[in-house]
C-alpha cells in the first residue's frame, strides 16, 4: 500500500509535537512490510534538503509552485485549490497529513490526524491568524476525510460535540515517547544549567495554556525553600509575564530558566528532577507526562482532557483552577520519598504499555480500512 504522507511538520523551524508525531510515525511505518511512504511537503527543496540533513530526516519531494509556502495553505484551506498530492505524477493508495494542514482532494482516500482542537476550546490561548487557518482545515478534515485519527478518546469525543463529525470515521491510536526518554543519571547537564539543588520541573511552550503561572505561585508557596523550580522550553508567548511574576515573588535565585534544551538533556532532568509538574489546562494528549513517566519522573498533571487517559493511576491529578490542591500536591512530592519511589514505579509501569510500533500498526490498520471501503 503506497501512502502519500504531508511531511512539512518535518521541517519546521521549531520541532514541537507534532515533528515528533510524524517522525516517529514515519520510522515504524518504514519497518512494515506493507506501508510504503512517499513524503511530499509545500516547503522549497532547499529548506527541506538543510533542515533534512541537520535533523537526521527523510527529504521529502517538493510540491512545484510559484506562491509562496502560507498562499498555498490558505488555498488548500479556503477553496480546496492547488498543487495535487505529490504533484500528481504518482499513483497512490492513501493520502495521510498529521496535522490540520489538508491537502486539496485526490482520488485517493484521505486520513487526516487531528491532535487536538483547543483553537476552538479555548481561542484565547491562540493567535488570530493561526487559529483561522486551524479552523479552515478542521473544516476540510470533517467534511472531506475518509478517515480521523486521535490521540486520545477526548479528543475523539470533542470531535463529535464540537463539530458534525461522525463516529464512524474517528479511529483512536495512542502515540508513545522516544525512547530517547529513559531513566538517565548525568549530573554534567544539571551543572551545564546550573541546577545544583533539589528541584521541581516543567516542560513545554511557554504559554497560557500550560498554567506555569499556576505552577509558580504553588512553588512560591512551598515551605522547603531549599528546592528550585526549573522551567524550560521555547519562549512562545508568556515568557515576559512569567519573569515579571518570578520577581514579584522575589523568587530569582530559586527559579531557573534554561531555554531550549534538546531531548537527551531533557531526559536527565526529568529523571533527576524531585517531580514533573504539568497542569495544563487542555491536551491533545499530553506527550510531556508519557516522557517524564518513561524517565522515571513523579508526575503531577491535570484532571481534565487527555491527561488521566495517558497517566492512568501513576501520577497525581488536580483540577487546573485548583491552586490549593496543586500546591498540597507539589508539597507531597517534595517531602514523601515514599510517595515519590511508588510514582516512580507506577510510571515507568505505565509509560511500558505504549509503543510507537503499536502506533503504525494501528494506523496502518486505518489506511486498509479506508482502502478497503472505497
Known sequence: MRVAFLADMLYYRIAGGTTRYAASLLRELGSLDSVETALFSVYGPETIARVAAERGYPEACSMPSRLPRPARYLLWHAFGLGSPVGGGSEEVDVVHTPSLLVP???RAPLVVTIHDISFRLFPRYHSRWPRAIAELGLRRAVSHADAIITDARSTADDLIRHTRAPASKLHVVPIAADPVFRPLDDPEILRKYGIDAPYLLFVGTFEPRKNILAIVEAFAELPDRSVKLVLTGAAGWLLEDMGARVAELKLQDR??????????????????????????????????????????????TSCVSSLPEVVGDAALQVAPDDAAALRSAMARIVSEPGLREELRGRGLARAAQFSWKETARMTAEVYRSVVASR
Open 255 to 300: 527559579v531557573i530558566f534554561t531555554g531550549y534544551v534538546p531531548d537527551e538533556s531533557i531526559a536527565a532532568l526529568m529523571s533527576s528532577s524531585l517531580g514533573f509538574v504539568y497542569p495544563s489546562w487542555y491536551e491533545g494528549f499530553g506527550l510531556p507526562v508519557l516522557e517524564a513517566m518513561q524517565c522515571g519522573a513523579p508526575v503531577i
Open 104 to 106: 486539496p482532494s485526490s
